[in-house]
């Protein structure tokens, strides 16, 4: 795929070469040549689609995207104008869409100076439970949820439950 559309690139860029030394005149005569060939090509297939291939639509994209709605239709395309652009805004679409893709999956991690917050909280002040140093942290200004404190301590093995000074 990759070779294909190396060929492709490199015998467009002689294709353009060829083009700059042609006058409008003669550019113009050789567009009016091929418009009865894709005629003639759209009439044998007649009811059947044209089939292009991946790298035949992103080059065909990337030529005609930056022309006008209303030039595109003008032009005598095998495909329809519209086409041609949904296929190039796939294509953007496509290059971009890794960049916009979160990195990790799920919510941001908790940052680790507010874990280490809640731990020696909890290591100080064992006869309090999760919800009480929630309570701790949010009087700090540390906006954690009261699960998240809770999570916090199951994870680093301290007790989330206060211990009892004795029994009643």
Same mark, same amino acid.
């Given at each position: 795929?990759?070779?294909?559309?190396?060929?492709?690139?490199?015998?467009?860029?002689?294709?353009?070469?060829?083009?700059?030394?042609?006058?409008?005149?003669?550019?113009?005569?050789?567009?009016?040549?091929?418009?009865?060939?894709?005629?003639?090509?759209?009439?044998?297939?007649?009811?059947?689609?044209?089939?292009?291939?991946?790298?035949?639509?992103?080059?065909?994209?990337?030529?005609?995207?930056?022309?006008?709605?209303?030039?595109?239709?003008?032009?005598?395309?095998?495909? *329809? +104008?519209? &086409? !041609?652009?949904?296929? /190039?805004?796939?294509? @953007?679409?496509?290059?971009?869409?890794?960049? %916009? #893709?979160?990195?990790?999956?799920? *919510? +941001?991690? &908790? !940052?680790?100076?507010? /874990?280490?917050?809640? @731990?020696?909280?909890?290591?100080?002040?064992? %006869? #309090?439970?999760?919800?009480?140093?929630?309570?701790?942290?949010?009087?700090?200004?540390?906006?954690?949820?009261?699960?998240?404190?809770?999570?916090?301590?199951?994870?680093?093995?301290?007790?989330?439950?206060?211990?009892?000074?004795?029994?009643?």
């Amino acid at each position: 795929m990759l070779l294909r559309q190396a060929y492709l690139g490199v015998v467009n860029a002689f294709a353009m070469l060829r083009l700059l030394p042609m006058s409008d005149r003669d550019k113009d005569a050789e567009i009016l040549a091929l418009r009865p060939q894709i005629t003639a090509l759209e009439r044998q297939l007649g009811q059947e689609r044209s089939r292009f291939t991946p790298s035949d639509r992103a080059l065909l994209a990337a030529l005609l995207h930056r022309l006008p709605p209303d030039a595109l239709r003008r032009l005598r395309l095998l495909v *329809r +104008p519209d &086409t !041609v652009l949904r296929r /190039r805004r796939d294509l @953007v679409a496509r290059r971009d869409a890794p960049q %916009s #893709r979160p990195k990790r999956p799920g *919510r +941001p991690r &908790t !940052v680790h100076s507010v /874990r280490a917050l809640v @731990v020696r909280l909890a290591q100080d002040n064992p %006869s #309090r439970g999760y919800r009480r140093l929630h309570g701790e942290l949010l009087i700090l200004g540390v906006k954690v949820a009261a699960s998240t404190a809770w999570e916090i301590l199951r994870k680093s093995g301290t007790s989330s439950a206060p211990e009892l000074a004795s029994t009643t």
